[in-house]
Nanobody, 123 residues
């Protein structure tokens, strides 16, 4: 069992930065891939943003990231981060972290999800 808790969301102007945090609880967290997903206002679907593998050495990003975001993990602290720079209004949404196998994350999400953190980018 893995429990995930996101934090770090907020309201920022376009061009600003935020760092989202995902705290993982449970032994399996350290062996899991972790992904960030987001759900835009009015959308039912959560879209993939970024994923890091269990080691922290392999990461992938959605095309719309365009080099603006960086995902990283700290095994000692059981944390995964998403540094977001050059934010745009279209980045607005609820951001969720999810843990699971690398394949499941790439397929839309793992077995475990956090409660989400709101990111709002003003124009």
């Amino acid at each position: 069992q893995v429990e995930l808790v996101e934090s770090g969301g907020g309201l920022v102007p376009a061009g600003g930065s935020l760092r989202l945090s995902c705290a993982g609880h449970g032994r399996a967290f350290g062996n899991s891939a972790v992904g960030w997903f987001r759900q835009a206002p009015g959308e039912e679907r959560r879209e993939f943003v970024a994923r890091v593998d269990w080691s922290g050495r392999d990461s992938i990003y959605a095309d719309f990231v365009e080099g603006r975001f960086t995902i990283s993990r700290d095994h000692a602290q059981n944390m995964v981060y998403l540094q977001m720079n050059s934010l745009k209004p279209e980045d607005t949404g609820v951001y969720y972290c999810s843990a699971g196998s690398r394949r499941s994350i790439s397929a839309g999400g793992g077995d475990y999800w956090g409660q989400g953190t709101q990111v709002t980018v003003s124009s």
